[in-house]
């Protein structure tokens, strides 16, 4: 049974930074994509960032304009492990942050940040970020 934990999220000062994590298990597929999702309360969700595999090995990332050069996505492969990084956090970035997993597939369309794209959800954590 395929789970992902997401865990790190908290409160923290605009301009600063958090990493939050996500921990998946239950499966051993090489190709995958593991991704970040955000919403905000009223919101809609969004796609955040995305780590992906590519065809004929090796991983690719993806990430949403409004997080570009402030977040980094990067992944632990001997824990199964997806982190995202969060550097000058806005206000606007506040949010619960849903990891999500889709298995068996690889390469950016296949992985691209949209719900439809992902089977499989974490429970999410919450980041605040006060102004």
């Known amino acids: 049974q395929v789970q992902l934990v997401e865990s790190g999220g908290g409160s923290v000062q605009a301009g600063g930074s958090l990493t939050v994590a996500c921990a998946a298990s239950g499966y051993t597929h090489s190709r995958d994509c593991l991704a970040w999702f955000r919403q905000a309360p009223g919101q809609e969700r969004e796609g955040v960032a995305a780590f992906y595999s590519i065809y004929g090995g090796g991983y690719d990332t993806d990430y949403a304009d409004s997080v570009k050069g402030r977040f980094t996505i990067s992944r632990d492969n001997a824990k199964n492990t997806v982190y995202l990084q969060m550097n000058s956090l806005q206000a606007e970035d506040t949010a619960m942050y849903y990891c999500?997993?889709?298995?068996?597939?690889?390469?950016?369309?296949?992985?691209?940040?949209?719900?439809?794209?992902?089977?499989?959800w974490g429970r999410g954590t919450q980041v605040t970020v006060s102004s």
């Open positions: 999500a997993a889709q298995l068996g597939v690889s390469g950016y369309w296949a992985c691209a940040l949209e719900i439809s794209k992902y089977n499989y």
